[in-house]
């Protein structure tokens, strides 16, 4: 249940950070079906070595993992380039990884990546990937896994009750 909260609050806020930027008529066909992404590893509450790379694999549905159409991530004081600027490509786009630290009441303190995320750049086969990831120090974390469009902006799902295109995992590093 805690998954789906999560999952649900950050399908809110993270196409909330592209609303300021939003240009009418750009965002292009919605997906359908309704793309999926599964985190197969790391498991719900697994815990992991501190300062050890860990690995992450994924595996998606109804989707095409394309990153060659991705345009030039941003950084920590930079837009990506042309963000939300570019149509989205109906069940195509490429996947963006998260961690965040997480406190004792479950508050999120902070983002653990350069810039913020990780971006793939290819998949092991068209339906799933398996993504090496820097070693975290001690503490608790939440990784999150979201399927993003060419522009680096959250999906348009053909219905608003439709899932979103994310998943999320508690992780214990000690």
């Known amino acids: 249940m ?11 806020a993270i196409p909330a950070l592209a609303v300021a930027q939003e240009k009418a008529g750009l965002r292009g066909p919605a997906d359908n079906p309704t793309p999926r992404v599964r985190i197969l590893q790391p498991e719900d509450g697994a815990t992991l070595k501190k300062d050890q790379n860990f690995k992450v694999r994924i595996e998606t549905e109804n989707y095409e993992f394309a990153y060659d159409h991705a345009t030039t991530p941003g950084g ?4 990506p380039e042309r963000y939300n600027q570019v149509p989205q490509r109906a069940n ?8 965040a630290s997480v406190g004792p009441k479950g508050e999120y303190k902070a983002f653990n990546m350069p810039q913020n995320f990780l971006m793939p750049q290819r998949f092991d086969n068209k ?5 090496e990831m ?7 974390y939440r990784l999150l896994v979201e399927l993003a469009a060419d522009d680096h902006t959250a999906r348009v799902k053909r219905h608003p009750r439709d899932w979103p295109s994310i998943d ?3 992780l214990t590093v000690r």
Request: aromatic share 6%.
């Open 2 to 12: 805690q998954r789906f909260i999560m999952a649900l609050m950050l399908g809110v």
């Open 76 to 79: 920590a004081d930079r837009l």
């Open 92 to 99: 195509s786009g490429h996947v963006h990884i998260y961690v």
């Open 127 to 131: 339906n799933s990937g398996t993504i």
């Open 134 to 140: 820097p070693g975290l120090p001690a503490g608790t």
């Open 168 to 170: 999320i995992v508690k």
